[in-house]
């Protein structure tokens, strides 16, 4: 019965994905292509004073993006720290200033990391109009990215990637928000609620006093899961009731999570002029996502250990209502697609079980990855693919038409290693620094040992890849998580982009070579496996020395 279930499972999901891949992706090509302004957006390019058609080059492009971020973090500060002040507040203080720093952070990077219980800190206008707003217009962030990166492939001696002010505002207007409205009413059928409520006090069965809080769950639930952000409404995420019903629900949000990174590939194709390359990427992204969950899959249910295998699986930290394969289906969409949801605890799983989502993280999260980052970051490893199959051949590299030489590559290796140093620097300031060190032990920790230092490390690769997923064992609202965990996920988001764009206008600025019998061709079985493989090859020789101390040391004693 369990295999029959997941297999049903599994082929619905795979059919939804292939049922929307093509039309979104067409939908999203045309939105970021067509000349052609909607009144709204007209209005608001006259308010900011914005031309829309005039192209930026990529500095100017990022010096846009980083402007409009700093603006959301500001907004997001003060209304935590403004809170009594604000409407629909339930009487709930003002946020701390070094929460409030990190949670700001956390929902403009598009991370959500939550170093608090949202239900019993943040009221409803802070929710709304501070973290809910920013899941949208971060996810619109990142997709603009991934369309000016792939503008630099598809354009000729331009040096321009578009126009950051309307990526951004049709990324919000024409994607993202249209598709919000309609899977929040799917949710609502599906039971997850949407109220003004505010706390209700319930008399138990056992004649005890519970108070249960309310809130509009359903409207932040859809982008928390389709702009890959994560961030719940309650402490307890999409394992809550109120977020995540039932069975179909939670096979809908997986949905809401897949479905536009799974898009964007065809977008990729149609916009360069060759489907093929799309399709290439597409593959990629679905054998390292089906690999990732079949070994996290078969991990959890072997039960690895004396208390699950005398329960007959391992059902610690998992929901009852969604069973094992549920859960890892879950767990491996949201760690592989920088979402950061959870309906089961990591730190739970078995200690091998536990390593998976660590690693979907670690490859840099492009199996499919986050809307828009996963494709950037599929991108960057296909360049240095093609430059080492390049230096097999003996002749300089070509992606799509484009040389890469040394300014590419050097570009591309440094968006590469961003998110590695970022990691370990992280990790090891925590156990380096004696004062740091004694709090981590003392107060962050939960679990000391092998298992201690994975929860560290996973708190780390989980602000450094913008994902917000959290191992559940550790105390992160400490002076020094707070500040650490909010320097690496603004490092982690911004860094990264300035390589990117700074790629992309690089690119932008060639003009086409024509394909030749020694070009590597980027569409065919064999370039597929050397980008997986290349992907694998970078994240085990960066991580496999700190994992043999963490869950691999675990694992196997």
Do not use: C
């Not at 295999?3 to 292939?18: C, Y």
């Not at 720093?101 to 949202?118: E, G, K, L, M």
């Amino acid at each position: 019965m369990p295999v029959l279930l997941a297999t049903f499972q599994a082929a619905t999901l795979v059919l939804m994905l292939a049922i929307t891949h093509r039309p979104l992706g067409a939908f999203m090509a045309h939105i970021f292509t067509s000349d052609k302004d909607m009144a709204l957006e007209r209005g608001f390019y006259r308010l900011i004073g914005v031309a829309p058609r005039t192209d930026q080059t990529w500095q100017s492009y990022l010096r846009a993006l980083l402007a409009f971020s700093v603006i959301g973090f500001l907004l997001v500060y003060g209304m935590q720290r403004l809170q009594p002040l604000l409407p629909y507040a339930l009487g709930l203080p003002a946020v701390p200033p070094g929460l409030a720093f990190n949670t700001a952070v956390s929902f403009v990077t598009n991370t959500n990391w939550q170093n608090y219980s949202p239900e019993a800190t943040l009221g409803y206008t802070t929710q709304m109009a501070g973290l809910a707003v920013q899941n949208f217009v971060s996810a619109a962030v990142g997709i603009a990215v991934a369309i000016a990166f792939v503008r630099g492939f598809a354009r000729r001696t331009s040096g321009t990637i578009g126009n950051f002010w309307v990526d951004v505002t049709r990324g919000t207007l024409r994607l993202l928000l249209p598709m919000a409205v309609l899977g929040a009413i799917v949710l609502m059928i599906a039971g997850v609620i949407q109220n003004f409520h505010g706390f209700t006090d319930i008399t138990t069965l056992t004649g005890g006093t519970q108070s249960l809080p309310g809130g509009p769950v359903a409207s932040q639930e859809v982008i928390k899961e389709l702009g890959t952000n994560g961030g719940g409404f309650f402490n307890a995420n999409s394992s809550h009731p109120f977020e995540n019903p039932t069975g179909w629900s939670n096979l809908f949000e997986i949905f809401l999570m897949l479905v536009i990174p799974f898009a964007l590939p065809y977008t990729f194709g149609r916009m360069v002029g060759d489907k093929r390359q799309g399709y290439s990427i597409l593959a990629v992204m679905a054998t390292l996502y089906l690999a990732s969950l079949v070994i996290l899959s078969a991990l959890e249910y072997a039960g690895s250990g004396t208390a699950p295998m005398l329960a007959g699986a391992a059902m610690e930290g998992k929901e009852q209502r969604f069973g094992i394969f549920a859960t890892t289906l879950f767990g491996t969409t949201s760690t592989l697609t920088s979402t950061g949801a959870v309906n089961s605890m990591h730190d739970s799983y078995t200690a091998l079980g536990g390593m998976l989502p660590m690693l979907n993280m670690m490859l840099g999260e492009v199996a499919p990855g986050g809307v828009g980052a996963g494709l950037y970051g599929m991108l960057v490893l296909a360049v240095i693919t093609v430059f080492i199959g390049g230096l097999l051949v003996g002749r300089t590299p070509e992606y799509l038409g484009k040389k890469i030489g040394p300014s590419e590559i050097k570009l591309a290796s440094l968006y590469i290693l961003v998110m590695p140093a970022l990691v370990l620097v992280g990790t090891a300031l925590s156990f380096a620094v004696p004062a740091i060190r004694t709090d981590v032990e003392t107060t962050s920790i939960l679990n000391p040992g092998n298992h201690g230092l994975s929860e560290v490390i996973y708190a780390f690769t989980s602000a450094s890849n913008n994902n917000g997923s959290a191992f559940a064992g550790l105390t992160g609202n400490t002076p020094w998580f707070n500040t650490a965990l909010g320097l690496a996920m603004l490092l982690g988001r911004f860094v990264p982009i300035l390589f990117v764009l700074a790629l992309a206008g690089a690119l932008a600025r060639q003009d086409k070579v024509p394909a030749t019998a020694g070009t590597l061709p980027t569409h065919r079985p064999l370039f597929v496996g050397l980008l997986v493989s290349v992907t694998l090859i970078v994240t085990a020789l960066t991580f496999f020395p700190i994992l043999t101390l963490g869950p691999l040391a675990e694992g196997l004693r």
